[in-house]
């Protein structure tokens, strides 16, 4: 069963990735915690953009920041 917030499997570049770091002595666990840290960075700013572009959308908003003179 796959949730909605499951990421999805590591490709090879993140695998390399990851026993790069197990070969600096970096737990592997370590490695993917980083992993999930990017994801939610990455959604976070993926959401705020979003956020953003319906705030922009809204025409009271454009109003304000261009009013007619």
Not at 43 to 57: C, D, P, V
């Amino acid at each position: 069963m796959v949730t909605r917030n499951a990421l999805p499997e590591p490709s090879e570049k993140e695998l390399r990735a990851a026993h790069a770091f197990l070969s600096l002595g970096e737990p592997f666990e370590v490695a993917m915690q980083k992993r999930v840290i990017a994801a939610c960075i990455k959604a976070t700013a993926r959401a705020r953009i979003k956020k953003r572009e319906q705030i922009l959308k809204r025409p009271d908003y454009r109003k304000l920041a261009c009013p007619d003179d």
